[in-house]
Nanobody, 120 residues
Framework: QLQASGGGLVQTGDSLRLSCAAS????????MGWFRQAPGKERESVAT????????YYADSVQGRFTISRDNAKNTVYLQMNSLKPEDTAIYYC???????????????WGQGTQVTVSS
């Protein structure tokens, strides 16, 4: 199971850190991804991190502002979001995959989502 937390209502330029805690003993064997879905839009990949954390990918829209990281000892993946913009408003989901992919269809396990709202 994946449990996302850390969302909230912030203003433009603020920061938030999302956390996603995983249960089980195999967290370190999974690629982890953060996705988001805004109303009326498709779910999109925000950031991806490999099992050991050595490889990361970011959507162009968040490159340089967001940082994905993981702590395998704590079974947790994080998304540090800086310089937030109104267009970052969405429900953010964490997900786990057995392969290194950014495609939502490649992720087998999903968290429940946490709302991020950025006011202008």
């Amino acid at each position: 199971q994946l449990q996302a937390s850390g969302g909230g209502l912030v203003q433009t330029g603020d920061s938030l850190r999302l956390s996603c805690a995983a249960s089980g003993r195999t967290f370190g064997s999974y690629v982890m991804g953060w996705f988001r879905q805004a109303p009326g839009k498709e779910r999109e990949s925000v950031a991806t991190i490999s099992q050991g954390g050595g490889t990361t990918y970011y959507a162009d829209s968040v490159q340089g502002r967001f940082t994905i990281s993981r702590d395998n000892a704590k079974n947790t993946v994080y998304l540090q979001m800086n310089s937030l913009k109104p267009e970052d408003t969405a429900i953010y989901y964490c997900a786990a995959s057995s392969i290194l992919t950014r495609a939502p269809g490649g992720y087998k396990f999903w968290g429940q989502g946490t709302q991020v709202t950025v006011s202008s």
